[in-house]
């Protein structure tokens, strides 16, 4: 009989987490639940009290984050499949945002992986096992107006991500950058840090909001089988699409990408670099 795997998520009490965190449970895994706020974990912890453990932890303070992988690891003897999910979005246009909008948002999304990264590494280094998914977006290979701190944030996550992967593998710890597409998470509502707009930009800011329209996109649960196939393979990529439209979209933005490389190939072969 295969033993449970043990599961370290952040951003577990709502959306993308929430929904992997049942998954998990259902899958007969165990799952130690990370959040500022873990209350709205009581019901599920409470149906699965030798499976679940909480942790309040925020992730932005990293010495917050050392103590409480300890008591992850702790929980139940060990980590098998940590997840990088915690994070929010920073909405307005890069000239309205603050300063303190800025650090706080990159602390969350870039800095709070970072530090959970650090953390749990020496001890699968030590297992010589284990798997680290990074959620970032399949928005971070190129900026968009009014979202593009998130993008960026996320673009440091994954770049960092593949070092990361070349990194670990040699201690049989596997990365994979999870490019998450757009699903009804509360990302755009309870998760958004919003600018103080600038009038300047009033028309921008109505063709973007005309862009991204009203639709939610699907329930989060319908990515979780995908998250614990991956989680399950003998050789994961180190990056992945998750999401059939997204994945259409990704090959769209690489199409263009290229074309407009080539369209501009002698100028950039002027330089001999």
């Not at 319908?222 to 998750?242: H, K, Y």
Request: proline share 5%; glycine share 10%.
């Amino acid at each position: 009989m295969t033993r449970p795997r043990t599961w370290f998520i952040t951003g577990a009490s709502r959306g993308l987490g929430r929904a992997l965190t049942e998954a998990v449970l259902a899958a007969g895994d165990r799952v130690v639940g990370a959040a500022r706020d873990v209350s709205p974990l009581a019901g599920l912890a409470a149906a699965h009290p030798d499976a679940l453990r909480t942790i309040a932890l925020d992730i932005s303070d990293r010495a917050a984050v050392l103590t409480g992988v300890e008591r992850a690891i702790a929980a139940f003897d060990g980590l098998d499949v940590v997840v990088n999910n915690a994070g929010g979005m920073l909405y307005g246009m890069v000239e309205e945002a603050t300063e303190e909008q800025i650090r706080a948002h990159f602390d969350v999304n870039f800095f709070g992986a970072v530090w959970v990264s650090q953390a749990v590494l020496p001890h699968l280094r030590e297992r010589k096992a284990g798997r680290i998914l990074q959620v970032a977006s399949m928005g971070s290979g190129g900026g968009v107006a009014t979202v593009g701190f998130y993008g960026a944030g996320k673009a440091a996550l994954a770049s960092l991500g593949e070092a990361l992967a070349m990194e670990a593998e040699p201690f049989g710890v596997r990365v994979t950058v999870v490019q998450m597409g757009g699903y009804a998470t509360e990302l755009f509502t309870r998760g958004t840090t919003a600018t103080a707009p600038h009038p300047a930009y009033d028309d921008l800011r109505a063709r973007m909001a005309e862009m991204w329209g009203d639709e939610t996109g699907p329930a989060p649960e319908t990515a979780a089988p995908a998250l614990l196939e991956l989680s399950r393979l003998p050789e994961p990529p180190r990056q992945l699409v998750v999401g059939s439209a997204s994945f259409d979209m990704v090959q769209e933005m690489d199409r263009t990408r290229t074309a407009d490389l080539l369209r501009w190939e002698d100028l950039s072969r002027m330089a001999p670099g």
